[in-house]
């Protein structure tokens, strides 16, 4: 699609758009009438960076702690951040946010190379942002079948960040 066609289109194809020129090895460029994937090979062990990742690439740091082990602390790169809905109490974007930065209880957890089961807390923290972040508002739930959540959310034009989305050093 030419982008000006994307961005006068729906936000489901603008995100399409983004994820299917996101490759991991390789960045989609149009040469004459077909996409052809260019490879940028890198001197160092870390992932040559493009146009996309600069843009819209960020990390989430996802910490598991549980008493007699040490914290557990794993950096994942995102492009979108996905935000469920199902909550039915949430009905503001910030409120959202704020489900999913949360602090949850595992029960049962297993720590790593361990052979008992103890309570553990998990929390998702956003430990780099991009300078242009993408949020999905997941407004389908799946149950069997597809069931549509058309509540509204409300939102401000800027977005506020909080303290408590962020992971601590970030």
């Known amino acids: ?3 000006e066609e994307v961005l006068a289109g729906k936000p489901s194809d603008k995100i ?3 994820e299917e020129m996101y490759q991991e090895d390789g960045w989609l460029t149009k040469s004459g009438k077909r996409a052809v994937k260019q ?3 890198s001197t160092d062990m870390q992932q040559a960076k493009t146009v996309v990742n600069y843009l819209f690439e960020g990390t989430q740091s996802i910490s598991i702690a549980s008493a ?5 602390l794993t950096l994942h790169p995102f492009l979108v951040v996905e935000i469920p ?3 039915p109490e949430i009905t503001s974007l910030s409120q959202a946010i704020d489900s999913l930065t949360c602090t949850e209880t595992i029960v049962g957890y297993r720590p790593s190379g361990k052979d008992y089961t103890c309570d553990a807390s998990k929390s998702e923290k956003f430990h780099a942002l991009p300078p242009i972040l993408i949020l999905h508002l997941m407004r389908f ?3 069997g079948l597809s069931e549509k959540i058309s509540k509204k959310i409300s939102f401000q034009t800027e977005l506020a960040l909080k303290s408590s989305w962020l992971s601590p050093g970030s």
Do not use: D, R
Not at 68 to 72: I, T
């Open 16 to 18: 399409a758009f983004v």
């Open 1 to 3: 699609k030419e982008l």
């Open 39 to 41: 490879h940028v090979v």
């Open 141 to 143: 739930q799946f149950s």
């Open 68 to 72: 007699g082990c040490p914290n557990s």
């Open 85 to 87: 809905l199902f909550n």
